[in-house]
């Protein structure tokens, strides 16, 4: 007991005796602690400038509003020319698209009536007479079809079913289109009385009769459109420009329309030289002038 109490003052006299012992004890802990602190502020400052490794898909996917810009690659004039055929494709759509919803029907044209779930009152391949007037079963006298759209025409026989069946479903399509017409004479290669089957531009019916012959003047064409009043009125279409790109083919064609293809130059100095030489071959019996 007396031994160890000895050490310990023995010790501590050390201790006292000795001031850079103790300054070294006492900041040790101290040390320890900064440089733990140090470790972590440097750990977090890599863990801060690290960049992650692999991006989430949803980092690459194209924003809604991305969808709209144009590349920057691409042409300002390519651009302006794609807007330009977007717009124009956008406004003949719809003169193709409801030509057959807003068709009137006549003579010769082909309609089918289904009414779902009664094979026995549909029929199909309907060729409308010169009175046009449908007949069709349960139905006396038949339905009256001209001048009316598919749409009318269904309508009006569901209301004649009614009596016979509980909320019929008619439907009616237009299978064949024969009764809008259209002329066109002139100088084109087949001049005559044409069948319009789909709704067309003045351009597509100089086409379909075989284009304009050297002798017809493209830049004089003529639409003769009757009004309702019976007069007949001129519409001036320049098919030269807009075989040129000058000018946009926008003219669309209704029944009943004449399209004028008039004579150009070249015409009226064939029929000058042609009327020259008929006074020619005159004064070989006349004995000259």
Do not use: C, H
């Amino acid at each position: 007991m007396k031994r160890n109490y000895k050490l310990a003052m023995i010790m501590l006299g050390l201790l006292l005796s000795s001031p850079t012992l103790l300054a070294s004890a006492q900041t040790q802990p101290e040390a320890q602690k900064s440089r733990q602190r140090t470790t972590t502020t440097s750990s977090q400052d890599k863990d801060k400038n690290q960049k992650p490794a692999s991006t989430s898909p949803a980092d690459d996917r194209l924003e809604p509003d991305d969808s709209n810009k144009a590349p920057s690659d691409v042409p300002e004039a390519t651009q302006a020319n794609r807007r330009e055929q977007i717009a124009e494709e956008s406004a003949v759509v719809p003169y193709y698209n409801n030509f057959f919803t807003t068709y009137r029907l006549g003579p010769e044209d082909v309609i089918s009536v289904q009414v779902f779930g009664q094979d026995r009152y549909s029929r199909g391949g309907i060729t409308v007479p010169p009175s046009g007037r449908i007949s069709l079963a349960l139905i006396p006298g038949g339905v009256v079809v001209n001048g009316k759209t598919v749409d009318q025409v269904a309508e009006e026989i569901k209301k004649r079913y009614d009596e016979y069946i509980i909320d019929p479903q008619v439907t009616v399509s237009l299978d064949k289109a024969s009764s809008y017409r259209y002329s066109i004479i002139g100088d084109v290669a087949q001049p005559g009385v044409k069948l319009m089957s789909r709704r067309m531009t003045v351009t597509e019916a100089i086409a379909e009769a075989g284009g304009v012959l050297p002798t017809g003047s493209r830049s004089g064409v003529v639409v003769l459109r009757r009004q309702q009043d019976g007069v007949l009125q001129p519409i001036a279409v320049n098919v030269s420009a807009i075989y040129k790109g000058k000018a946009a083919d926008n003219t669309y064609l209704v029944p009943g329309d004449q399209v004028v293809i008039p004579g150009n130059k070249l015409k009226t100095w064939q029929k000058i030289m042609s009327f020259s030489s008929v006074l020619s071959f005159a004064r070989i019996f006349t004995g000259g002038w």
